[in-house]
Nanobody, 122 residues
Framework: QVHLVESGGGLVEAGGSLRLSCAVS????????MAWFRQAPGKEREFVAK??????YYQDSVKGRFTISRDNAKNTADLQMNSLKPEDTAVYYC?????????????????WGQGTQVTVSS
């Protein structure tokens, strides 16, 4: 059973930066694809970024501002968020799945963290 714990959310002004971290336990980390999703109030959970052995992929609205990374030695996956905008405000979730298949829908993932709130003020 893979267990995920996010940290690093908070309140920041527009244009600021935050770094989210996801600590993974209970699985073989190198065999997992890692992703970040977010969910704003009243909206569906949406894909933000993913990383696996093939590479990284981002939602268009965060390209050039967000960077996903992973440390296979520490079993962590991070999301560096720069140039934050009010529309980035949401609860951010870390997700994991075994390699293979598709990676862009919440339904593709069975392991989720509890979420961390990111609020960007204008």
């Amino acid at each position: 059973q893979v267990h995920l714990v996010e940290s690093g959310g908070g309140l920041v002004e527009a244009g600021g930066s935050l770094r989210l971290s996801c600590a993974v336990s209970g699985g073989t980390f190198s065999g997992l694809a890692m992703a970040w999703f977010r969910q704003a109030p009243g909206k569906e959970r949406e894909f933000v970024a993913k990383i696996n052995w093939v590479g990284v992929y981002y939602q268009d609205s965060v390209k050039g501002r967000f960077t996903i990374s992973r440390d296979n030695a520490k079993n962590t996956a991070d999301l560096q968020m720069n140039s934050l905008k009010p529309e980035d405000t949401a609860v951010y979730y870390c997700a994991a799945r075994p390699l293979g298949g598709t990676y862009f829908s919440p339904d593709d993932y069975k392991s989720w963290g509890q979420g961390t709130q990111v609020t960007v003020s204008s």
